[in-house]
């Protein structure tokens, strides 16, 4: 099971950070993505980060501003959000999967095993 917690109403250029907690599985060997959905848009993928070697991924939209990091003693990761737009106002979605290739991490949402429950991020002034 994955909780995500963290999301709220900050100001465009804020910064906003968001954990997601696993539960009854070590997070440790599972590759964690962050997807994000906009009202009316489809689910679309943000980051994601393989389970050895700490490799992370962004997409082009967030590239520069979020960066992803994991607790292990916590069984936690973290997406941190800086520099942030209006555009990115959107429930967050954490995920993990137990990829095939322990550097790597799948871009897919189908492929990821795992859901927390999302978690609204508003910016605006």
């Known amino acids: 099971q994955l909780q995500a917690s963290g999301g709220g109403l900050v100001q465009p250029g804020g910064s906003l950070g968001l954990s997601c907690a696993a539960s009854?599985?070590?997070?440790?060997?599972?590759?964690i993505g962050w997807f994000r959905q906009a009202t009316g848009k489809e689910r679309e993928w943000v980051a994601c980060?393989?389970?050895?070697?700490?490799?992370?991924y962004f997409s082009d939209s967030v590239k520069g501003r979020f960066t992803l990091s994991r607790d292990s003693a916590k069984n936690t990761a973290h997406l941190q959000m800086n520099n942030l737009k209006p555009e990115d106002t959107a429930v967050y979605f954490c995920?993990?999967?137990?990829?095939?290739?322990?550097?790597?991490?799948?871009?897919?949402?189908?492929?990821?095993?795992?859901w927390g429950q999302g978690t609204l991020v508003t910016v605006s002034s």
């Open positions: 995920a993990a999967d137990l990829y095939y290739n322990p550097i790597g991490c799948p871009l897919s949402e189908h492929e990821y095993d795992y």
């Open positions: 980060g393989s389970s050895r070697r700490g490799n992370t």
């Open positions: 009854g599985f070590s997070l440790d060997t599972y590759a």
